[in-house]
């Protein structure tokens, strides 16, 4: 028992040295966090608790607009019902800006950043709403995954332990602990889990009773998960089993990412599965291409540039646009529906206006070039997607005009109106093929606008048309 | 009544001393400013908190006549919330004039002008509120958009380091932050504050594809398209 105190008794002297110094605020939280992850981890409660004590002790930090808050919290608990973590992240960090002491939105921006694999994110917002809230339970299992997650294994069992010792629901916060010791858990958290478990029925028993005002906050939900939803479409199973579904979502998005040709629905699809099925040839256009039309974002001297339309015409992520797009640009980043990447440029021709890009964003499919070019085209319906002036996903309808040749290179006039921006994107036809690239306009005059024929495109040689993988545009696809 | 005399005297005296120095001061006052800004950007931690104690230290304007500042203040911020700016700025200088050691008046002199799109006067008022109150980090945060507005990356670097420097409340003003710099559709503030929060080693994540302007140029068609605002919701710190 002396040498226990006498171990307390340094501690608080490293403490109170360490609070003379220059720590930032944050510093000396985690200071204390870590002594209580410490503590738990040597099943030392009477240590957990002095460090408790001592968090509890600190200034709070001053009271925000709840009001304000909890629209934005609502907004992020939903969106994680929906399985949409960045949205989440958005409200969540709204929701905690507007109020900054409420410990249960730290904790929920904490695990948002968790689900996102942002580590660092995650600890430092885990820590600071422990500082606000030492023994919710929820937060301690955050901070134990993303130590577990890190390959922090003594750590991540110290932090386990502590959700363990101040959950409201021991059995069902041991079955999550079970779950997160499961062998497809990474190693540490593996480690850190089974430590825990077996720190746990111990540490239940030595847990003190709190005090009924010297606590700032306790946790209000007895779920560990206090007010996060698992996402939806995961098996009920998971539902219950809190974080490891969380887990388990994104080992999901992790394999169907090392192997695109498992991907049950990207996120623009599974919206799209949703929505009432439609004869509008327009709507099933707009939604089969969206996904695959591409924003290009050029930057200069570090700074944003310019930007322009593409489209994916290869499973291994080549996009075509303009070269005027990409034209002086020192680096290039694409957005393709949800996914972004960087890109560099594989070939490029000044006549025809074309580039070829290369990025990172592999799909199962992509658009297909249609090649006729004869006046049988004129007078059929075509559809453009593109960006212009930033508006992102643009959607304009208008038929083929004529057949012009400008230069050696044979383009399609339309009317359907493109602005700058436009520039790069895909003319389709009602088939869902592309029939040309959105190139040009004629500023006099209305609606008078050019794309770079598919023919003209293939014929460039500016890549293997072989590459393009699609699927037939099916009633409600 | 020479007990009266007794007291003008040092007033009137006093009066006589500082005006002359005004327009010194406050080109002195702006030199702090910006050594602080630069000092900020070099993460010159000593550097920001002598030049800091300096601007504390040095003489401080007298008020003319609070009660009618305070009034005028209330009239201001009235006028803000009903998006009435130029009613605002008349009230916020008149705030400023009757009562020149209000740093809030300053500030929210900073924000009308800034809202109005008179850059160098907004510069000017913040600065003036800072010499006020170095640790103002509202102000520091409002200058950093003016400077974001400038493009002037470094000095806008500068004015953000001091806005967490001297937030009340640290991780609030790094999620702030951490927002800027990924929802942040202007390329100079986006970058000043992912540089920002890297010089004070914060986690950060630069975005691939940066954030879209909200509102291209969009307005009513017989109203020429205003100066692309960004979308980042940016709360103060």
């Known amino acids: 028992m002396k040498p226990r105190l006498a171990t307390l008794a340094l501690a608080m002297l490293l403490a109170s040295t360490r609070l003379t110094g220059a720590a930032g605020q944050y510093e000396t939280i985690d200071y204390y966090v870590q002594q209580m992850i410490v503590q738990g981890d040597a099943n030392d409660a009477a240590g957990v608790e002095t460090f408790r004590e001592q968090l509890e002790n600190l200034g709070r930090p001053e009271a925000g607009d709840p009001v304000k808050a909890r629209p934005f919290q609502q907004q992020g608990l939903e969106q994680l019902t929906r399985d949409s973590p960045k949205e989440a992240l958005a409200a969540f960090r709204q929701a905690f800006i507007a109020d900054p002491a409420n410990p249960e939105i730290a904790g929920q921006l904490g695990q948002t950043y968790l689900r996102l694999r942002r580590f660092k994110e995650a600890e430092r917002l885990s820590v600071y709403a422990l500082s606000l809230a030492p023994t919710q339970s929820a937060t301690w299992l955050v901070l134990g995954e993303v130590y577990g997650q890190t390959g922090d294994p003594l750590r991540a069992g110290g932090a386990l332990a502590n959700a363990y010792r101040f959950a409201k629901d021991p059995p069902q916060l041991a079955e999550q602990l079970r779950q997160l010791a499961a062998a497809n858990s990474p190693e540490a958290l593996r480690t850190g889990a089974q430590k825990a478990l077996q720190l746990g029925p111990s540490a239940a028993n030595l847990k003190p009773p709190l005090p009924p005002t010297a606590a700032p906050a306790t946790d209000p939900d007895p779920s560990p998960q206090a007010g996060i939803p698992a996402p939806a479409g995961t098996p009920a199973a998971e539902k219950t089993a809190g974080t490891s579904s969380v887990l388990g979502a994104l080992r999901r998005r992790l394999e169907t990412l090392a192997n695109p040709a498992e991907v049950p629905a990207p996120a623009a699809e599974s919206s799209l599965a949703q929505a009432p099925s439609t004869d509008d040839p327009g709507q099933r256009i707009y939604r089969r291409s969206i996904p695959l039309t591409c924003l290009i974002v050029t930057f200069r001297n570090g700074k944003t540039d310019n930007l322009g339309s593409g489209l994916l015409v290869s499973a291994d992520g080549l996009v075509i646009t303009n070269n005027h797009v990409i034209d002086k640009a020192d680096n290039l980043a694409v957005r393709c529906g949800e996914r972004e990447s960087a890109a560099s440029v594989r070939k490029r021709s000044k006549e025809p206006d074309l580039a070829l890009l290369a990025t990172s964003l592999k799909r199962g499919e992509s658009f297909v070039l249609n090649e006729t070019y004869n006046q049988g085209l004129i007078g059929r319906d075509v559809f453009v997607i593109g960006n212009p002036y930033g508006l992102e996903g643009t959607f304009s309808t208008g038929v083929i005009s004529g057949l012009r040749e400008i230069d050696g290179v044979r383009y399609i006039q339309i009317s359907a109106p493109i602005s700058p921006g436009n520039s790069g994107g895909p003319v389709i036809l009602r088939d869902g093929t592309v029939i040309g690239i959105a190139a040009m306009g004629l500023k006099m005059g209305q609606n008078l606008n050019f794309a770079i024929a598919s023919a003209e495109v293939i014929a460039s040689g500016l890549f293997d048309p072989a590459r393009m993988m699609s699927r037939p545009l099916g009633r409600d696809q | ?237």
């Open chain 2, 1 to 237: 009544m020479n007990a009266r005399r007794f007291l003008l005297a040092p007033l009137l005296a006093a009066w006589l001393v500082a005006s002359p120095a005004t327009a010194q001061t406050s080109e002195q006052n702006r030199f702090y400013i910006q050594q602080m800004i630069e000092q900020a950007a070099a993460n010159d931690s000593h550097g920001v908190t002598s030049t800091q104690r300096v601007l504390e230290q040095s003489p401080k304007p007298t008020p003319i006549d609070p009660t009618r500042a305070r009034a005028a203040l209330q009239r201001g911020q009235a006028a803000l919330e009903r998006s009435e700016l130029e009613a605002a700025l008349s009230a916020f200088q008149q705030a400023g004039q009757t009562d020149p050691s209000n740093t809030e008046a300053f500030n929210y002199l900073g924000l009308v002008y800034r809202k109005l799109d008179r850059l160098a006067e907004a510069e000017s008022a913040l600065q003036q509120a800072l010499a006020l109150e170095p640790t103002r980090a509202v102000a520091w945060f409002q200058l950093a958009q003016v400077y974001g507005l400038q493009r002037d990356a470094r000095r806008a670097l500068g004015a953000l380091a001091n806005t967490y420097r001297f937030a009340q409340n640290p991780m609030r003003a790094e999620e702030i932050l951490r927002n800027i710099a990924e929802n942040e559709a202007a390329d100079t503030l986006r970058n000043a504050a992912l540089a920002t929060l890297r010089l004070y080693r914060l986690p950060a994540e630069a975005v691939l594809v940066p954030p879209l302007p909200a509102n291209p140029g969009i307005a009513p068609l017989n109203i020429p398209p205003g100066p692309v605002r960004s979308r980042a919701n940016r709360p103060s710190p």
